[in-house]
């Protein structure tokens, strides 16, 4: 069975691991992300320049590496798309942490017009601290 068109958008920025150039010709322009409250730099952010400049760029502590592994992806009729999967995160002390989320992305007419975001920040946290 081939992916929706939704899903098939939204497994392309996974596989890219957010490349510039799919971000850009995926985000829509009124994107909002939506990060769960207790993860490091949770709030919520309104288009990608903000995502990308006060999400992204504002590191972790501790952290050397982090990336989303995406392991199943869902979608409905009505625009949604579930990923469910973990981020891995290494620490500069040499630990890892995997730490489980669920992403509901929302799709509007070929374009990423919202992401939520829920994640175990308690384990985040303890690797945070080193």
Do not use: C
Not at 35 to 64: C, E, L, Q, R
Not at 72 to 99: C, L, N, R
Not at 108 to 123: E, F, L, N, T, Y
């Amino acid at each position: 069975m081939s992916d929706s068109p939704n899903l098939a958008l939204i497994r392309r920025v996974y596989e890219s691991r957010m490349a510039p150039e799919v971000t850009s010709e995926v985000m829509a322009p009124d994107l909002v992300w939506d990060i769960t409250p207790g993860f490091p730099n949770s709030g919520v952010y309104h288009g990608w320049d903000d995502v990308a400049k006060n999400f992204f760029g504002t590191p972790m502590p501790n952290i050397v590496s982090f990336g989303a592994v995406p392991e199943e992806f869902y979608a409905d009729d009505e625009g949604h798309v579930f990923v469910s999967g973990h981020y891995h995160a290494e620490t500069k002390s040499g630990g890892t942490a995997d730490i489980r989320f669920i992403h509901l992305w929302t799709v509007r007419d070929g374009k990423a017009v919202g992401m939520r975001q829920a994640a175990d920040s308690h384990i985040l946290h303890e690797a945070l601290k080193g």
